[in-house]
């Protein structure tokens, strides 16, 4: 909320220059009461055009400061909006954060930290720095900042007992939620605006989105997709939906349901829509409906590839095994000389068998 204006030091002035006159007047007055009144006036005025000049003061010396902060900052690049802002210096590896209300700045610096990929999510701005395989989430509220940094690589060796190899992860932003995606570490990094999720793909069982408590698409580990969604453009309507069928829906929860290979957290339910009811019927809600469900088809896309990616994965495993391994030729005229000596063997099946190895 603003606060009021206070009162200019030029309104004091004008203030006390008006209760000196009224005293003047009432000088030559037969009242001697009305004196004190205007005497009074002029004390209050001075005390007002004191404390507007020492406000004054130091509106000025929030300014000076606010400008040379800014005067100072020769970044390569800049994010954010007009409450929270970040400047960043990959050559000195730091990250300013800036945190504005009407009344103070409030900034606050992140050392070793080298940007690679800035997102803003609805609540929050992510940071990923791939050097150093750490992520930097920031809110703002009423300028105060929220700031807390996560590492990916200490994750990953806890997690795998080994460290990451090179890679280039990717992070994108849907609605409230973040997430970083490493195809060569296979590993995706989840940021809510509370909570964050290390998940390596074969973590993973399935990802399915409800509308209303229902499941309207399913996608999970080695097995087909079930239902049907309107994705791939919002117009085309898969799984045997209609276009009236779309155009009355009432939709009052959206949420995108990640399980996975945790009996004891097993489910990450990701909230896209939580409200009132949009009724797809009238423009304005429908409008807003498309908008959600282009974040949807985002979240959706990034875990259908994952799954795709972990069952690829399962399958060349399997394959792998499958291969038998190869039979050494000394291995085996052992065995011919071993069963030639328990009298198994001929000398001329030996002879034959023995030809056959040595082609």
């Known amino acids: 909320m603003k606060k009021k204006e206070e009162l200019s030091l030029g309104g004091s002035v004008v203030v006390t220059i008006i209760f000196a006159v009224l005293a003047l007047l009432s000088y030559n007055s037969d009242a001697g009461t009305l004196t004190v009144i205007p005497i009074a006036g002029i004390v209050i005025g001075v005390v007002m055009c004191i404390m507007a000049a020492i406000e004054q003061s130091k509106k000025s010396a929030r300014e000076e400061e606010q ?6 900052l020769v970044y390569d690049s800049k994010h954010g909006d007009e409450d929270l802002m970040l400047y960043f210096n990959n050559q000195q590896k730091t990250i300013t954060i800036g945190s504005s209300t009407t009344s103070n700045v409030t900034q606050e610096v992140v050392n070793d930290f080298v940007k690679t990929e800035v997102v803003d999510a609805d609540s929050f701005i992510a940071v990923l720095d791939a050097n150093q395989r750490k992520v930097l989430r920031v809110s703002g509220n009423a300028g105060k900042i929220n700031r807390k940094t996560f590492s990916i690589a200490g994750d990953y060796e806890e997690k795998c ?90 939709v009052s929860k959206m949420v995108i349901k990640i399980l996975k290979k945790d009996t ?9 829509y939580s409200g009132v009811i949009l009724k797809t019927k009238n423009t304005a809600d429908n409008m807003r409906y498309e908008e959600l469900m282009k974040e949807v088809t985002g979240i959706k896309d990034i875990f259908s590839v994952i799954l795709d990616i972990a069952d690829n994965q399962k399958k060349f495993s399997k394959d792998e095994e499958s291969v038998p391994s190869p039979v050494s030729v000394a291995d085996e005229l052992t065995k011919l000389a071993n069963l030639k000596a328990q009298g198994i063997l001929s000398e001329e099946e030996f002879e034959k068998q023995k030809a056959k190895l040595l082609g």
């Open 161 to 250: 007992g080994k460290r990451l190899l090179s890679s280039n992860p990717i992070l994108r932003a849907y609605n409230d939620y973040a997430f970083i995606t490493d195809d060569v570490n296979q590993y995706v990094f989840i940021l809510t605006p509370n909570k964050s999720y290390f998940l390596l793909y074969s973590d993973l069982v399935s990802v399915s989105y409800e509308e209303n408590g229902n499941d309207v698409y399913n996608k999970s580990l080695g097995g087909a997709v079930v239902g049907g969604l309107l994705f791939g453009g919002v117009g085309a309507i898969v799984g045997g939906s209609t276009a009236k069928a779309k155009q009355n829906k009432e």
């Open 67 to 72: 400008n040379n902060f800014s005067d100072k």
């Open 264 to 272: 004891a957290n097993p489910n990450i339910r990701l909230v896209i």
